[in-house]
Nanobody, 123 residues
Framework: QVQLVESGGGLVQAGGSLRLSCAASGRTGITYGLGWFRQAPGKEREFLAAIAWSGTSPYYGDSVKGRFTIFRDNAKNTVYLQMNHLKPEDMGVYYC????????????????WGQGTQVTVSS
């Protein structure tokens, strides 16, 4: 089992920044990396970014390229999502998930999910 705990969500004005954290524990050695997803009310869960624990470059969804940065601290088993230039359409619940295959840019790779953290962007 892998446990994931997100933190760092909150209320921010449009144009502002937030940094989300995802701390992984348990059998993290069986995972390939972590990803971030977002679900807005009435919309499907959207892939935002993913990073492997080692080697490959991170992946980003089109809606966040150039604004969001994913990075990791392997010593802490933690992955971060730095979100800059936030827009009202970035509002939603942000989930961290652990990938069980190398295809970390695909939603089907993710098996373990955190509880989510709310991000609200005021215009």
């Amino acid at each position: 089992q892998v446990q994931l705990v997100e933190s760092g969500g909150g209320l921010v004005q449009a144009g502002g920044s937030l940094r989300l954290s995802c701390a992984a524990s348990g059998r993290t050695g069986i995972t390939y990396g972590l990803g971030w997803f977002r679900q807005a009310p009435g919309k499907e869960r959207e892939f935002l970014a993913a990073i492997a624990w080692s080697g490959t470059s991170p992946y980003y969804g089109d809606s966040v390229k150039g604004r969001f940065t994913i990075f990791r601290d392997n010593a802490k088993n933690t992955v971060y999502l730095q979100m800059n230039h936030l827009k009202p359409e970035d509002m939603g619940v942000y989930y961290c998930a652990a990938a069980m295959t190398r295809a970390i840019s695909t939603t089907s790779a993710y098996v373990y999910w955190g509880q989510g953290t709310q991000v609200t962007v005021s215009s």
